[in-house]
């Protein structure tokens, strides 16, 4: 128990030197996850349940790759990053060769608003390919994207041969729950966590506002 308390700060105290977006773009919902919260995540993924030393893992919404890179320090053996944003691969790239990772690769990649099999990767469907896990935190969904966090979760359960992890915010549980049933997927919320976002919809000067949090495993099987 000590030895975990001990790699949990030891994770986070690393995952503190990630950088995160210059300019944070609000439509994308650039948010990071705090080095606090990815590293409390990756560690519950691979105590509870195993799903991230040996395996090969998705993250989804990459961003600056907290969450690539500290799946990678938790003994990942592969880590695709799929984000919609250029620059936000740019930053995430600099984060691995500052780290020296080398087993993450990065794809520039829309996951919502192209049909799966419009979308190619080395001449494959990107759709197609497998995964044991996926991770992320993708966009919440604001008034312009309601519900886009659920067609996150829907591409993660594609391709991952396992579990997804992601978070949402939790006034949505209830919807969570349903649409689990209607896929036929297991649904477990893990914990909770506080999370600053930028509230841009409410005034049109941006104002950061904190909500409350679902960290949620969806079971593939
Ligand atoms: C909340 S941020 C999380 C970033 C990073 N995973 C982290 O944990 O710090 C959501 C990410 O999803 C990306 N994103 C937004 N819409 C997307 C889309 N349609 N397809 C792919 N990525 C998208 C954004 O650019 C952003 O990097």
Redesign the pocket.
């Known amino acids: 128990m000590a030895v975990s308390r001990m790699k949990l700060k030891k994770l986070e105290g690393h995952l503190q030197s990630v950088e995160?977006f210059d300019n944070p773009?609000i439509l994308?919902?650039?948010?990071?996850?705090t080095p606090h919260i990815?590293s409390v995540m990756l560690h519950e993924i691979q105590t509870k349940f195993n799903d991230i030393d040996g395996c090969t893992v998705l993250?989804?919404?990459?961003?600056?790759?907290?969450?690539s890179i500290g799946s990678v320090m938790l003994g990942a053996t592969y880590v695709l990053g799929?984000?919609?944003?250029e620059e936000?691969l740019e930053v995430c790239q600099k984060n691995l060769d500052d780290f020296d990772i080398l087993n993450v690769d990065l794809l520039q990649?829309?996951?919502?608003?192209i049909s799966p099999k419009d979308v190619k990767c080395a001449s494959e469907n990107i759709f197609s390919k497998k995964f044991d896990t996926v991770i992320?935190?993708?966009?919440f969904g604001t008034k312009k994207n309601a519900g886009?966090d659920m067609e996150f979760v829907k591409a993660g359960l594609m391709m991952s041969t396992n579990a997804v992890y992601s978070l949402h915010k939790s006034s949505t549980r209830e919807h969570l729950r349903k649409k689990a049933k209607d896929w036929g997927v297991s649904i477990e919320i893990l914990g909770q966590f506080k999370f600053e976002i930028a509230d841009t919809f409410k005034c049109h000067k941006q104002k950061v506002v904190c909500i409350d949090v679902d960290f949620v495993r969806f079971g593939n099987k």
């Open positions: 995160v773009k994308l919902e650039q948010y990071p996850t990815a993250d989804l919404g990459c961003g600056c790759g907290v969450l799929i984000d919609v944003d936000a990649q829309d996951i919502v608003n992320m935190n993708p966009p886009i």
